[in-house]
């Protein structure tokens, strides 16, 4: 069943065959373009805390767009790096890039395409957000080289995703501030965390392949350890960041729950046994960041 599972979402061709149409659709659907919703909740975290209420639209629509054009250029250029890889790789090799559906020069000039998005948005937001984009689109590019010399992959990932809130906050503050990076500190060590846990799937290929990850140069229970070190580091920075800003109480009701299903999530994962990595990986990281997205929201709008 999992085997069926791991088809049925990675190949374009069977998965949602409803949403997109077309060589666009394929492209969209080969770097999981929908998952964007589940990255937006921590840039609009650092949006509304920043601001200490609802900013402006102009703001919200353009820090969407700088968001979800980032995210498409991350996943985007990972596809095109890691092409061959994936195609070795029995877990992704029947997405659509490996399988030849579309091509690596499609791929890269979506890459583009967004990239000019990106720092276009940015411009429309201050004059911080539009110096340091450069120094974001070179960090969430060069996180799928990073595999291939350290073990820090993990991290520099989770750096990637953190610049998110960090971002948000940018974009209404126009300055760096403590708040902004503990924010950036707490996704990271999240996102760290789970792609931990995602990558215990792949270490004998990792291993094989001379590629560096925790669980490929230590092993699946080192990393899992790892990964409940990391998500006890986001939890406490949350926690931080909303002591910092003074927020209301109902966010630390969500930081609670938040709390919980980290707590679920690692019992799902088990050394010896890896087969609900998928549900813990997607729909449970999903809830987290949407209710931590909702109760900050009602904390704000109630403060």
């Known amino acids: 069943m999992e085997r069926v599972w791991n088809i049925v979402s990675s190949n374009p ?24 919703i589940f990255a937006l909740p921590f840039a609009y975290l ?26 498409t250029l991350a996943m985007g250029a990972n596809r095109y790096i890691d092409h061959y890889s994936d195609a070795q790789n029995p877990r992704t090799a029947l997405r659509a890039l490996p399988l030849g559906q579309i091509r690596r020069l499609e791929m890269a000039a979506m890459c583009i395409v967004s ?33 291939r010399f350290t073990w820090l992959s993990h991290f520099w990932l989770g750096f990637a995703d953190g610049l998110a809130p960090a971002g948000g906050w940018i974009a ?19 996102v760290a965390g ?9 270490r004998e290929f990792d291993i094989k ?3 560096h990850t925790i669980p490929a140069k230590w092993g699946v229970k080192a990393a899992l350890i790892w990964a409940k070190v990391m998500h006890i580091i986001t939890i406490i920075s949350l926690i931080t960041a909303g002591i910092l800003t003074a927020i209301a109480w109902p966010y630390y009701v969500g930081i609670a729950i938040a709390t919980a299903l980290l707590i679920y999530e690692h019992s799902l994962v088990k050394p010896t046994d890896l087969s609900r990595i998928t549900v813990a990986f997607f729909n ?10 909702v109760f900050t929201l009602v904390s704000i709008m109630i403060g």
Request: aromatic fraction near 10%; proline fraction near 2%.
């Open 13 to 36: 061709q069977i998965s949602k065959p409803w949403v997109y149409a077309g060589k666009i659709g394929l492209l969209l659907d080969s770097i999981k373009f929908e998952h964007s």
């Open 46 to 71: 650092g949006m509304l805390m920043a601001s200490d209420g609802i900013p402006d639209i102009n703001k919200i629509v353009w820090i969407t767009v700088a968001m979800v054009s980032a995210r």
């Open 115 to 147: 990239l000019l998005i990106f720092l276009f948005s940015a411009s429309m937001l201050n004059e911080l957000s539009l110096l340091l984009s450069p120094l974001a689109a070179i960090i969430v590019v060069s996180y799928s080289y990073s595999k």
């Open 172 to 190: 209404i503050s126009n300055t760096i501030t403590v708040e902004a990076i503990i924010l950036c500190l707490a996704v990271s060590s999240w």
């Open 194 to 202: 789970f792609d931990l846990i995602y990558q215990c799937m792949d």
């Open 209 to 211: 392949n001379n590629l």
């Open 284 to 293: 449970i990281n999903g809830y987290i960041a949407l209710t931590v997205f």
